[in-house]
């Protein structure tokens, strides 16, 4: 529920409508699990909320640990259904990349949740409580660590789940909330250009990624059957009218294929089609998994593009694989567990009092 759902929730269980921002705020400011822990209300109402209402949407099955830091949590959620979530330590922040659905529909050929087809959308709660489970398992493992920046890339594409993504950022960012800053939630997207168009009309404002990973069309089309849609002018032209912010710039995801879009030309092309967008790219090595037939390009061949593309004036960063060893880094989310699709669930027992997020 929004801050407003909550309220009106409460004037319909024939409560005063402050009541409900009081059981919001213990939900998305500081976190409760339970209704016990809502000190504020009267004993009775506590006693009455169970029957009311139900807090909290995943349970923690399964935490993996990278010999780099990253974590990576498998959700459950009330239905059964298993999603990942990604804890990335660098310095003193901590990225977390959530998932917006279980599995995806959009099929990048190189990606791994692809595989998994499209289960279901998550729902806004599920999108959120996916961020409180997180803070609450750093608070456990490293007190003073939060999380400190949001990126809607794990499974699934933000932009088919359109209104919960929405709703979902609503919630994290109201500050009676968790009071996440705008600027510190990237939403990412294959190109949904309708959406694209939509999400530049709304009062929110998250950065925007987009995964492009490749300079033409041919290539796309090959690599990203949405590219049949929404071709990289249609793309483009959305994102030349998408009203960025000042001082904001969109970020290109490029992942680099051996021998399909790593060549010197193939950083040409790129260059020409991103004159004149407000953009940096960012070149991420496949991360191998076995569900795809492509490999990641020799140490030299990825300098020599990331060369390139600076030689040709685009702001380039390389992005050093995370979490690799445990299926966590980008295009591996896949329900695995060493290696292993699906294991049995290990329900744990969910924990202290969750802080407040940053
Ligand atoms: S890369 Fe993203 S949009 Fe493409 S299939 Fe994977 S999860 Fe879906």
């Known amino acids: 529920m929004t801050l407003p759902d909550a309220e009106a929730w409460a004037v319909a269980q024939g409560w005063p409508r402050f009541r409900g921002e009081q059981v919001w705020r213990w939900v998305h400011d500081r976190g409760a699990r339970s209704f016990d822990e809502m000190s504020n209300l009267s004993r009775e109402t506590r006693a009455e909320l169970p029957e009311r209402a139900q807090l909290g949407c995943l349970q923690v099955a399964e935490v993996q640990t990278s010999q780099d830091g990253t974590r990576k949590l498998r959700l459950v959620t009330r239905d059964g259904q298993s999603i990942e979530s990604v804890l990335i330590p660098d310095g003193d922040k901590t990225t977390q990349c959530i998932s917006s659905q279980v599995g995806c529909a959009v099929d990048c050929q190189f990606c791994a949740t692809a595989k998994m087809g499209l289960k279901r959308n998550l729902d806004a709660g599920e999108i959120v409580d ?21 990126v809607y890339m794990g499974m699934g594409e933000p932009l088919h789940n359109y209104d919960n993504m929405v709703k979902s950022i609503r919630i994290l960012t109201h500050d009676k909330g968790a009071g996440l800053g705008q600027r510190r939630i990237t ?40 590219n049949r849609k929404w071709n990289i002018g249609k793309l483009l032209a959305a994102l030349k009218a998408y009203p960025l912010e000042q001082r904001r710039r969109i970020t290109f995801e490029y992942v680099l294929l051996a021998g399909v879009n790593d060549q010197l030309e193939h950083a040409m092309q ?19 998994h076995p ?68």
């Open 270 to 288: 790129l260059s020409k089609l991103l004159r004149g967008v407000k953009c940096k790219v960012n070149i991420i090595p496949w991360n191998p």
């Open 130 to 150: 996916q961020v409180y489970l997180a803070q609450r398992l750093l608070a456990e493992v490293e007190p003073t660590r939060r999380i400190s920046n949001l």
């Open 291 to 358: 569900e795809a037939p492509y490999q990641r390009p020799a140490r030299a061949v990825i300098d020599a593009f990331q060369a390139e593309c600076k030689r040709l004036g685009m702001p380039t960063y390389l992005r050093t694989p995370r979490g690799d060893d445990i299926d966590a880094a980008c295009g591996q989310l896949a329900n695995r567990s060493n290696g292993e699709a699906i294991v049995p669930l290990r329900i744990r027992k969910t924990a202290p009092p969750l802080p407040a997020v940053d």
């Open 187 to 226: 939403v990412s997207t294959a190109g949904l250009v309708p959406k694209l168009e939509k999400l530049g009309k709304e009062d929110v404002r998250p950065n925007l990624a987009v995964s492009l990973n490749a300079p033409n069309d041919a290539i796309r089309d090959e690599i990203m059957p949405i």
